[in-house]
Structure formats: structure tokens, C-alpha cells
């Protein structure tokens, strides 16, 4: 139902920015795109929440990415943003789009994308 496509990942130094993007298409535009979020998940750890966005801009951050991460959406273009400043070598993982899909008379269904690597070398 929902195809999300990631792109942005990379390797930089601590310190430097990168900025990772995610557009969801909807086939057929059968339903709505709502909660948006990133996660990541680096080798031998659980996959975790990084930042999230409500349809209507309501965001949430994980305390360990508060004030160097952005995460953002436009509605029109169904894609989903994320800004990363200030990057350390802990974010270094594999970090995922997730979308969140809602459809008259259906339970909510959640969609992954495959994941881009972010690489930080300190």
C-alpha cells in the first residue's frame, strides 16, 4: 500500500550535518499518510525512536538528539525530512522511515522503509 524511499544517508565527521528524506506514495492514493517518524537501529541494539511528526506538525525527539536534530514533512509531497547537526559518533546506525497509513473503516497499518546508513567519524 505505502512505498517509502529513503535517501541522504552517508559518512561525516563529528560535528558535520546531514540531512535525510523519505517520500512515502500511497498506490492507487488509497488513504492518508499520519504519523511520520525515524528510528535507527545500530548493530546488536534494538531499533529506536529518533524523532516523530504528527500530520499536523506535532513533533517528539529522543532526549539524545534534542536540539541538534530537525524533523519536518510536507503534507503535499508526502515526504519527510530530517536534519541532523551536530553529529557524533553514537549516531552512527542505520536509520529508517516509518509511515504511518489510515484508511476510512481500516486499522491504522504501519510501513518501514529500507534504511540508509549514517556513518560519524570522530
Known amino acids: 500500500q505505502v512505498q517509502l524511499v529513503e535517501s541522504g544517508g552517508g559518512s561525516v565527521q563529528a560535528g558535520g550535518s546531514l540531512k535525510l528524506s523519505c517520500e512515502a506514495s500511497v498506490r492507487n492514493g488509497n488513504g492518508v499518510i499520519n504519523d511520520m517518524g525515524w528510528y535507527r537501529q545500530a548493530p546488536g541494539n534494538q531499533r529506536e525512536l529518533v524523532a516523530q511528526?504528527?500530520?499536523?506538525?506535532?513533533?517528539k525527539y529522543a532526549d539524545s538528539v534534542t536540539g541538534r536534530f530537525t524533523i519536518s514533512r510536507d503534507n503535499a509531497k508526502n515526504t519527510m525530512f530530517l536534519q541532523m547537526n551536530s553529529l557524533k559518533s553514537e549516531d552512527t546506525s542505520i536509520y529508517y522511515c516509518n509511515a504511518r497509513l489510515w484508511r476510512p473503516g481500516v486499522s491504522s497499518r504501519d510501513y518501514w522503509g529500507q534504511g540508509t546508513q549514517v556513518t560519524v567519524s570522530s
Open positions: 511528526i504528527t500530520r499536523d506538525g506535532t513533533t
